[in-house]
């Protein structure tokens, strides 16, 4: 049973099974030699609705059959799996209309990069939990500028009630990565919340642009979370979304070529020239230094200085689909740093069809407009 579960309740009815909810397949965890098993949501249904925390959902499932009729028994779950589904379609849509892919990837990090792998307990472990929703962990300098994304996020939160604040900001960061051309990431859900300000983590766990010795600090900030010198290298590359700005980190131009049109909020300065558009060019970009208008922070520049570093960073920028396998596997790893899972392992929502049988995919049409020459 989940660490935040009241105890399960089984109770038995004479009435065989005649549930029209969803179907799916039974978890090990809940299967009970049924003939047949069914879920669903307590907190879609009225008549059920269970007294819980928001950040608690109940599952219920129903068992029928030998002669003893139905047996239905609870488990909690941190989010439900058809809300996640439905948000990540309102997410799409924020995309589309917004152009806020990159800050939606980077608020998804700065939850999650607050981990730190020698602390046990959750949620002082820091990590996914949802704490950045808060305000005094949005104030520490770091997050400068992610109340924005806070503001574009909450609307979809009110909408959908089971799904959680680590939930969505792991899922709005991995759609918005998909959704500008990058690749699809192996990604799991359920993360429960932390409950209020005091569970946020101390300032200070993520990482300084401009340190004195960049390689060190990059390792001591990502070995503390668990994460390699491939990790670093490939997560680093998602810099060829987005921009910098002044008014923001301090790093960046006011605004450049690329940047001063939008679209989104005009301004900052990008690491890339098509800073919409998922692909490897950050690091043909930051390997040739050779336009000013492209953002290298002393952090960028390491990855091709430090010798470690500079194997991968050297093969990214050749090899795209090497990058984009590597992105996707430390992405998702970053997405699990911390994160309590309820159910324990998590659950996933990756029940598109696979490639072969799937349609054309739609041209990503954000991309036209971000280089302003194409
Ligand atoms: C390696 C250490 C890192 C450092 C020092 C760093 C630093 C920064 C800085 C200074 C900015 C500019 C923020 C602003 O002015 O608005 C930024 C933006 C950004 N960062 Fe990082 N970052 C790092 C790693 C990462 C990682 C691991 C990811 C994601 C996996 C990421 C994703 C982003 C994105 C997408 C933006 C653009 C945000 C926007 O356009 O609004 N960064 N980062």
Redesign the pocket.
């Known amino acids: 049973m989940a660490a935040n579960c009241l105890p399960p309740t089984a109770t038995l009815s004479g009435a065989a099974t005649t549930t029209t909810h969803r179907r799916s397949p039974p978890s090990p965890a809940t299967t009970v030699s049924p003939s047949s098993v069914s879920f669903h949501f307590l907190s879609s249904s009225a008549s059920l609705k269970p007294l819980r925390l928001s950040h608690q959902r109940r599952l219920k499932v129903r068992v029928s059959g030998g002669d003893l009729g139905a047996v239905v028994v609870t488990k909690c779950v941190a989010s439900d799996p058809v809300q996640i589904k439905s948000a990540r379609e309102d997410i799409k849509e924020l995309l589309r209309t917004t152009f ?7 608020l ?3 939850d999650a ?1 607050t981990y730190n792998k020698n602390i046990e307990e959750w949620p002082q472990r820091g990590g996914a939990n949802g704490s950045l929703r808060f305000d005094v962990e949005q104030k520490h300098a ?1 997050n ?3 109340v ?2 806070m503001k574009l996020l909450q609307p979809i939160k009110d909408k959908y009630a089971g799904v959680t604040y680590a939930d969505l900001f792991q899922l709005a ?1 991995a759609t ?1 990565i998909e959704e500008a051309g990058g690749p699809k990431i192996p990604m799991k859900y359920g993360r429960v919340d932390v409950t209020g300000p005091e569970q946020c983590p101390e300032e200070g766990r ?5 340190p004195p010795s ?1 390689a060190d ?2 390792r001591d ?2 070995y503390r979370m668990g994460l390699t010198d491939k990790d ?1 290298v490939a ?18 131009k006011p605004e450049t070529k690329y940047t001063k049109d939008g679209p989104g909020a005009p301004g ?1 300065q ?1 690491w890339t020239v098509k ?1 919409l558009r998922f692909d490897n060019s950050y690091f043909k970009d930051i390997k040739e230094k050779r336009d000013e208008d492209l953002l290298v ?4 520049a390491a990855l091709f200085e430090d010798p470690s570093f500079k194997v991968y960073a050297e093969k990214y920028a050749v090899d795209e689909k090497a990058f984009f396998d590597d ?1 996707a596997e ?2 998702a790893k ?1 997405s699990n740093l911390g994160a309590k899972f309820d159910p324990p392992e998590g659950f996933t929502i990756n029940d598109e069809p696979p490639p072969a049988a799937a349609a054309t995919p739609e041209k990503f049409v954000a991309a036209k407009y971000s280089s302003g020459k194409d």
Do not use: C, K, M, Q
């Open positions: 806020s892919h990159p800050i939606l990837v980077r998804g990090w700065h990069g770091a400068a500028g992610l924005n994304a960061s918005a993520l990482p300084d642009a401009g960049p600090h990059l900030v990502f670093i997560l680093s590359g998602a810099h060829t979304l987005g921009r910098s700005r002044p008014e923001r980190s301090g790093w960046g900052g990008s800073w922070l002393p952090t960028d992105y430390a992405h970053l």
